[in-house]
């Protein structure tokens, strides 16, 4: 089948500590993304959910590395709960922008301490 090897790799275990670290983050976005290409969304959510729940925590709730809420947002239009699908597609696009913002924020910071003068 076409997600098989997809399957074994995900099926493999893996140490407790991995998700005490940001490749465990990788590990639940890939599960939950299988689970959603097999269709099975309700396989998906927690693996969605928990993802989230350890970037928040751990202060590390950048879309731009794991884009949980846009993931929440595919299993929930899966499982046919469109208006919740919304809910976490604007929040994400609202925290993506308040993350740009502080970006520009560092980048303008940055360069005025650079000498433009050659």
């Known amino acids: 089948m076409q997600y098989d090897e997809a399957r ?3 099926d493999r275990p893996v ?3 991995l998700f005490r670290s940001r490749y ?6 890939a599960r939950g993304h299988y689970h959603l290409a097999i269709g099975d969304p309700d396989r998906a959510l927690p693996d969605c959910e ?3 729940a350890l970037m928040r925590d751990w202060g590390l709730d950048l879309p731009q590395l ?9 299993t929930y239009l899966a499982m046919g709960r469109p208006e919740t699908a919304g809910d976490y597609t604007n929040e994400h696009l609202r925290h993506l922008e308040r ?6 924020r560092r980048g303008f910071a940055a360069s005025a301490g650079t000498d433009h003068h050659g």
Do not use: I, M
């Not at 794991?66 to 595919?74: I, S, T």
């Not at 993350?99 to 520009?104: E, I, M, P, S, V």
């Open 8 to 10: 074994r790799q995900l």
């Open 15 to 17: 140490p407790d500590a």
């Open 24 to 29: 465990g983050l990788l590990n639940l976005h």
């Open 50 to 52: 928990r993802c989230g």
């Open 66 to 74: 794991v884009p949980w809420r846009n993931d929440l947002a595919e």
């Open 99 to 104: 993350t740009a913002k502080l970006h520009r």
